[in-house]
């Protein structure tokens, strides 16, 4: 494909790369004369009134061909103003050298009240002011639509460049190819489509338009933009995944060996030669690293740099299984020598009976030559899963690249034998050394690269997002860092007499402060890798890229962060073997006690810590979900400790006790540090009785009833059970303070559902009761009682929902009689009163108020007469008529003289 940009350098585009054209050195004055050409632009009301704004008087023509001349002969400059720049009166005002302005110009100029600029070339908008654009990708067949596009980016006053260089500000491309389109990734220039001109130029006529509007980067070239890839070597989920990406990000995919594939993605782990691919000259064959990079820098990645190299192989007897080169048979063939390697190396460590006398035991890498003398194999290299090329390479011999053999002789002379004591200790550096590489591994790989300043295609991820997901590795990394070269540097020299857990003890004072903090967010860590790599298809590319490192061992970030949460139980593991395998007076057995307790003193803090942060997590938690609940509820000093879910079974309609809600009602408490919180515990949402027209809004769980301090709780009667009385216990809370009511309150409650019971329920909330007290003996606070000693009975317990419907029914009854009522007075009560105003013998009530004693008459009452006592009676205070304001209230028998004071019970 050959780039027109390079080649054209004639006709009216070449005049586009002087610098000439973009010298807006010339302001229209009210001096000039104004040629509004055209009748559109002459009923244009908008610009009229923009002219009018600027002070510029105008005239009108219909060509404005007759003040081509005219401006020759009297000397003044003429400025035409056409609604559309196209037709034949425009191509021949353009070709006369007339300057023509567009009336989006006026408007803004009028608008911002500022001066007129324009340029020698016609200026409709400024929406490109300041761009300086440069092509690439254009064939010579798109001629025209080239020219056409450089003319509209002069319409909107942009200039172009045919060269590309740092001053340029945006690349249009047609094609992911080519050194203008290198260089504009490598700088970080936006490279934006065609689409994008024609997009801006339909918007010339909004004057508060602009092409670097954010709109307008939707626009900006796909990765990979009219490419077709093709995948081989890959699982088919990976696979799909692949291509739904692709798509995602502007390309498109099909079948290996279509004419129409232009990028062949290889798998180079399981694909190692391409000889049942034939590939044509315009193919690219690229490993799959091109593809993720692609889509981390938001443009097509060099192809070069990835380009797939075929692993050369020796040409197979017509007989033999390699003749198959499918990624498929490849792949088995590869595993296959991987598998006959490892039986020969358990075969060689088999044989293996003496160990080096050097502390670090050194590892060869075994050569690809079959050589029948070396029998020899590193016991790490067969057992350690967790090597990385650092330690592989530092492993080789000095005299012995890969592909050679270890010629060494052997010596004959037996190794001195290492004691149980060095080779834990040589474990524990070696899975200190591969540990350390972890870390290394993290911060080199991962978190670096993500910090660092202008990134192609921008950053990455935030800093805060970043800082969330690594949070104080780097602080362990360096407390271990320094910890492997001591233990280094104290067996390099070893002996018996050395002290290990001093060096572990001189460190953890450093672990202390390092491992809290990653330890107790590594869920929100986790949390925050996952929901980046959903939303953010470069940060997932990147990862990618990461992952097939081979730093990595094939293992991802959330795999690889979680080391840290692993390493202290694997230390204390290896010291408390150490420590076993140490002399009761061995000057290093105390210091081994000290280190391991040092370490679960840091196990302890982090459990602590993170019980700590589970509790306030929860506290947010409870909050979101109880309605209306008291906002102070949320404290710095204030935790989370336990719920429990009951039934309330008191009855104060009855005077059998108080009630938060109403009896068999769902009450849930919140236990805190220093308060009890009480709320009703709503059922399923598709229960409640709503109009059907109200909108439906989430409903939570929990209604907020009262917020209870444990200092206001006064005892805790625990109910003993029976057959009919199971879970029950009484709160017995002091009065409130708003109210003059002196004496204490009862609630009853029976425990539901099998997470807790209420033994320990009870005795956690006295515990927190002392401590909220400050009183030692939380015993005290829980009381034994009787079922009977509360009256408590088996109906108490009937709790079903028919009971329930019948409760709520008399009180919607009763509610509904009260609305219906002019007096409001209870309807029962009336009639009772009115029943007895008719059957007594009595006088009329106002003989009753002169307190005359009532006679018998013996002349009967008129109807008028009965129905005015009628009237009088309902008029009068009903309360002493009424046989209930008399009763004497349902107590309970031993708490009859409960008071705000001390109370003269045994049982309280």
């Given at each position: 494909?050959?780039?027109?940009?390079?080649?054209?350098?004639?006709?009216?585009?070449?005049?586009?790369?002087?610098?000439?054209?973009?010298?807006?050195?010339?302001t229209v004055t009210p001096e000039c004369r104004i040629c509004l050409v055209g009748q559109e632009a002459a009923q244009n009301q908008q610009l009229i009134e923009a002219m009018q704004t600027l002070n510029m008087s105008f005239v009108e023509s219909e060509t404005g061909i007759e003040y081509i001349s005219a401006q020759d002969d009297d000397q003044q400059e003429t400025v035409f103003v056409m609604q559309e720049f196209?037709?034949?009166?425009?191509?021949?005002?353009?070709?006369?050298?007339?300057?023509?302005?567009?009336?989006?110009?006026?408007?803004?100029?009028?608008?911002?009240?500022?001066?007129?600029?324009?340029?020698?070339?016609?200026?409709?908008?400024?929406?490109?002011?300041?761009?300086?654009?440069?092509?690439?990708?254009?064939?010579?067949?798109?001629?025209?639509?080239?020219?056409?596009?450089?003319?509209?980016?002069?319409?909107?006053?942009?200039?172009?460049?045919?060269d590309f260089s740092s001053r340029v500000t945006h690349l249009v491309a047609n094609a992911t190819a080519g050194n203008k389109y290198r260089t504009a990734v490598s700088l970080g220039t936006p490279i934006m489509t065609q689409e994008w001109i024609h997009k801006t130029w339909e918007r010339r006529h909004d004057m508060e338009a602009s092409a670097t509007a954010e709109d307008m980067l939707l626009y900006k070239m796909s990765p990979f933009f009219k490419c077709v890839l093709s995948f081989v070597g890959f699982s088919d989920e990976e696979q799909k995944h692949m291509e739904e990406s692709t798509v995602m990000q502007g390309g498109a995919f099909a079948a290996a060996g279509e004419e129409s594939c232009t990028h062949l993605v290889i798998d180079e782990n399981v694909v190692t030669n391409m000889f049942d691919f034939p590939t044509n000259g315009s193919l690219k064959v690229v490993k799959q690293e091109w593809f993720w990079a692609s889509i981390q820098i938001s443009a097509c990645a060099d192809e070069s740099l990835y380009a797939y190299a075929t692993i050369p192989t020796t040409p197979a007897t017509p007989g033999s299984a390699s003749k198959v080169h499918t990624p498929t048979g490849s792949a088995l063939m590869k595993s296959s020598r991987k598998r006959r390697r490892l039986r020969e190396s358990i075969a060689a460590l088999s044989q293996e009976t003496t160990l080096s006398d050097s502390p670090v035991m050194p590892r060869k890498r075994r050569s690809s030559v079959?050589?029948?003398?070396?029998?020899?194999v590193s016991v790490s290299s067969i057992l350690d899963a967790t090597s990385t090329p650092e330690t592989v390479a530092a492993s080789y011999n000095a005299d012995c690249t890969p592909m050679q053999v270890d010629k060494t002789p052997v010596s004959s002379t037996p190794a001195k034998p290492l004691s149980k004591r060095q080779m834990v200790a040589m474990e524990l550096l070696q899975t200190e050394t591969n540990y350390v590489s972890i870390l290394h591994t993290i911060i080199s790989v991962f978190k670096e690269p993500m910090e660092q300043e202008q990134q192609t295609g921008g950053p990455i991820l935030d800093q805060e997002e970043i800082k969330t997901i690594f949070g104080k590795l780097p602080d362990i990394y360096d407390v271990h860092r320094k910890l492997k070269e001591d233990i280094e540097t104290l067996l390099s020299e070893f002996t018996e007499d050395k002290c290990i857990g001093q060096i572990v003890l001189k460190h953890s004072s450093d672990m202390m402060k390092a491992y809290p903090p990653f330890v107790n967010f590594f869920e929100f860590s986790k949390q925050t890798v996952e929901k980046c790599e959903k939303q953010k298809p470069r940060f997932h590319a990147f990862l990618k890229i990461c992952h097939s490192k081979p730093e990595c061992s094939r293992q991802t970030l959330t795999e690889l962060l979680i080391r840290p949460v692993q390493r202290l139980p694997s230390m204390i593991l290896l010291l408390t073997d150490l420590a076993k395998r140490t002399e009761s007076d061995h000057p290093d057995k105390s210091h081994l006690e000290k280190a391991l307790e040092s370490l679960k003193k840091v196990t302890e803090h982090i459990n602590e810590d993170k019980r700590k942060t589970d509790g306030h997590t929860q506290m947010f938690d409870i909050v979101n979900d109880i309605e209306g609940v008291p906002p102070h509820l949320l404290s710095a000093h204030r935790s989370f400790i336990m719920r429990a879910d009951t039934i309330e079974i008191g009855d104060s309609e009855s005077k059998k006790g108080d009630n938060f809600s109403v009896k068999g009602g769902n009450v849930t408490m919140f236990l805190f540090s220093d308060t009890l919180e009480i709320c009703k515990r709503r059922g399923k949402l598709g229960a409640s009785y709503k109009s059907p027209h109200i909108t439906k809004t989430p409903v939570k769980c929990f209604k907020h009833i009262e917020l209870l301090p444990l200092s206001h709780i006064r005892?805790?009667?625990?109910?003993?059970?029976?057959?009919?009385?199971?879970?029950?216990?009484?709160?017995?809370?002091?009065?409130?303070?708003?109210?003059?009511?002196?004496?204490?309150?009862?609630?009853?409650?029976?425990?539901?559902?099998?997470?807790?019971?209420?033994?320990?329920?009870?005795?956690?909330?006295?515990?927190?009761?002392?401590?909220?007290?400050?009183?030692?003996?939380?015993?005290?606070?829980?009381?034994?009682?009787?079922?009977?000693?509360?009256?408590?009975?088996?109906?108490?317990?009937?709790?079903?929902?028919?009971?329930?419907?019948?409760?709520?029914?008399?009180?919607?009854?009763?509610?509904?009689?009260?609305?219906?009522?002019?007096?409001?007075?209870?309807?029962?009560?009336?009639?009772?009163?009115?029943?007895?105003?008719?059957?007594?013998?009595?006088?009329?009530p106002m003989e009753m108020s002169t307190g005359d004693t009532p006679q018998h008459h013996s002349v009967p009452q008129s109807e008028e007469q009965r129905m005015t006592a009628a009237r009088l009676a309902s008029t009068t205070s009903l309360r002493t008529l009424s046989p209930i304001a008399n009763k004497p209230p349902m107590t309970p028998k031993r708490l009859k003289s409960r008071t705000i004071g001390p109370s003269g019970a045994s049982w309280m």
């Open positions: 494909m050959t780039d027109l940009t390079s080649e054209m350098s004639c006709n009216s585009y070449s005049a586009t790369m002087t610098t000439q054209e973009e010298n807006l050195e010339t196209d037709g034949p009166v425009y191509s021949k005002l353009q070709r006369s050298g007339c300057r023509l302005l567009g009336p989006t110009v006026f408007c803004k100029a009028a608008a911002n009240l500022q001066p007129l600029p324009f340029s020698n070339r016609p200026l409709y908008c400024s929406h490109m002011a300041d761009l300086i654009i440069c092509f690439t990708g254009f064939t010579t067949n798109q001629k025209d639509d080239l020219k056409r596009l450089a003319d509209i980016v002069h319409h909107m006053g942009g200039s172009i460049r045919k079959q050589d029948p003398n070396v029998t020899t005892r805790i009667l625990d109910v003993n059970e029976t057959q009919d009385c199971q879970d029950t216990f009484c709160l017995l809370c002091k009065p409130h303070m708003d109210t003059m009511q002196r004496a204490d309150r009862v609630y009853m409650f029976k425990m539901v559902g099998d997470e807790m019971s209420k033994t320990d329920w009870l005795k956690t909330l006295c515990q927190h009761m002392a401590n909220t007290t400050c009183k030692a003996d939380a015993e005290n606070f829980l009381i034994k009682i009787d079922p009977e000693e509360l009256e408590i009975t088996k109906s108490d317990f009937e709790s079903s929902k028919l009971e329930r419907a019948k409760r709520v029914a008399r009180r919607a009854t009763r509610k509904v009689g009260r609305t219906f009522s002019f007096n409001k007075t209870p309807r029962n009560t009336l009639s009772r009163a009115v029943s007895s105003l008719s059957t007594n013998s009595m006088g009329s």
